[in-house]
Structure formats: structure tokens, C-alpha cells
């Protein structure tokens, strides 16, 4: 069984930085993603990492968030500079055993998710 929990969410400032832990137990080559969901939206594929380290972010992260694994500690990371009002959003992590052509945002095809944690940008 695959499991995933989230860490290291909190209240920051607009322009302030924060780095997300998930560690994920069950599975050594999955392909892993980070997503949000605000409050009345939709969820957001925010950054994606497949078994090889090819690494594809969503427009609205580009240049201010960072994706990583460290595979030894079956950890996925995303660190997050410059935070912005919009960025405030539970953060979930996600897995899937499958892998595909090119890496992908689509989180509905994703099987496994963690409980989130919750980041609050404050203007």
C-alpha cells in the first residue's frame, strides 16, 4: 500500500518562502506531483517529477518553485520563493506506480494522495 504524508506548511508573508516535505512509504518508483486546491477552485497541478527527474511546473510556479526527490529518503520536496496572496492553497502530494510518455499535471491520474497541508499567504 502506498501512503504519502505532507509537512512543513504555515502562515508566510507575500514574498516569503517555504519548502514542503512528502514522504512517500510503498513505493520506490513512482512518479510523484505536488497539487493545490483553493477554497471555490479547482485543483491545480502545481509540479510533477517522474522516476528519471524530468520535472514539469505549472505557468503560475515557473521561476518561483522548485520540485525535488530525493530518492534514498523517498522523499518529494517543492520549495516555494516568492509567495504570493494566490499561492495560499492546501498542497497535496500525490503517486502513481504508472509512468507515462512525458510528464504530466493531470493529477486525475494520479492514484495515491497524502492529507495535504495547508499554506496561508498573507498579503
Known amino acids: 500500500q502506498v501512503q504519502l504524508e505532507e509537512t512543513g506548511g504555515g502562515s508566510v508573508q507575500a514574498g516569503g518562502s517555504l519548502k514542503l516535505s512528502c514522504v512517500v512509504s510503498?513505493?520506490?518508483?513512482?512518479?510523484l506531483v505536488w497539487f493545490r486546491q483553493a477554497p471555490g477552485k479547482e485543483r491545480e497541478g502545481v509540479g510533477a517529477i517522474d522516476i528519471k527527474g524530468r520535472i514539469k511546473y505549472a505557468d503560475s510556479v515557473k521561476g518561483r518553485f522548485t520540485v525535488s526527490r530525493d530518492n534514498a529518503k523517498n522523499t518529494l520536496y517543492v520549495e516555494m520563493n516568492s509567495l504570493k496572496p494566490d499561492d495560499n492553497a492546501m498542497y497535496y502530494c500525490?503517486?502513481?506506480?504508472?509512468?507515462?510518455?512525458?510528464?504530466?499535471?493531470?493529477?486525475?491520474?494520479?492514484?495515491?494522495w497524502g492529507q495535504g497541508t495547508q499554506v496561508v499567504v498573507s498579503s
Open positions: 510503498g513505493c520506490k518508483r513512482c512518479w
Open positions: 500525490a503517486a502513481d506506480r504508472r509512468s507515462w510518455s512525458s510528464v504530466t499535471l493531470d493529477v486525475s491520474r494520479f492514484e495515491y
